[in-house]
C-alpha cells in the first residue's frame, strides 16, 4: 500500500524509526550517566556519532525536551536537564488516571476477544528473555498501548501518547534492577482481570501496577468510576 492510496511510504516509516533509534540512543546515555545533567549535545555531534543526517536527531531532540529531558536556551544550546525522581513520580497519577479508564472501558472488548492482548504478553515475556531492557522497555510500552487502545476510544489514546510512555518506560527499566521476567509476569494479572470482564478487578490491578512503575511514587490508587 503507498501514500496515493492512503499508506505510509516506506521513507517515512524509515525516518520515523530512525528517530526512534536516535531517541533511545540518547535516553541511553543520559540513563546510564554518559550524559550527565548539564552536558551540551549538538544535533550536528550527535549525527555524526550515529552516522545519519541531523534529521532524525532534531526529530529525538524534539521529543526528549517535550518530555523534559533536554531543553533548549537561546545561546546556550540544547543540554541535558536535571529530572528528580519527584518529576518523574508526578507523571504517574496522570498515568494511572488514563489507564483506569482505559481498563474500564477496555474490560468488556478484552473478554470477547483476549487475543491481541494475551499475543502482547507473549511478546514481552519472549523479549524479558533476551536480557535487554531497553527492548523490554519497548515491548512493555506496546503492551499497555494494547491495554488503552481495546478501550476503543481514540481521544483517551492520543492523550495517552501524549505523555511520553516509551520514554517514561525506558528511563525507568535502564535506571532499576528489576528482574525482567519478574517484571515481565507482573502483567499477566492485567490480563487475566481484563479477560474475565470484571471492570472493577481491571482499574484495580491497572492501578496497583502502575502506581508502583516509578520508584518513589506513593499516590494512592485511582478510582474511576462510571
Known sequence: MGAADGGTSPGLLDRATLGSRVRDYLLVEIANGRLAPGSPVRELDIAKRLGTSQTP???????LAAFGLLEARSHVG??????????????VPVRAALEAVAARLAAPH??????????????????????DRLAYANACTQ???????SAQ???LLRAWNA??????????????????????????GIVEALASGDAERSVAIVNAHVAAYIPGATEPPVHVTG
Open 143 to 149: 503492551f499497555h498501548r494494547e491495554v488503552v487502545r
Open 110 to 131: 478484552v473478554a470477547a476477544d483476549p487475543s491481541r492482548l494475551e499475543a502482547a504478553l507473549d511478546e514481552l515475556v519472549r523479549v524479558a528473555t533476551l536480557d
Open 78 to 91: 540544547t543540554r541535558v536537564r536535571e529530572v528528580g525522581e519527584r518529576e518523574l513520580a508526578e507523571a
Open 163 to 188: 505523555l511520553g510512555i516509551e520514554i517514561m518506560t525506558i528511563m525507568t527499566m535502564l535506571t532499576n534492577e528489576e528482574p525482567l521476567d519478574v517484571a515481565a509476569e507482573g502483567h499477566r
Open 153 to 155: 476510544n481514540d481521544s
Open 57 to 63: 536527531v532534531r526529530e529525538a531532540f524534539r521529543e
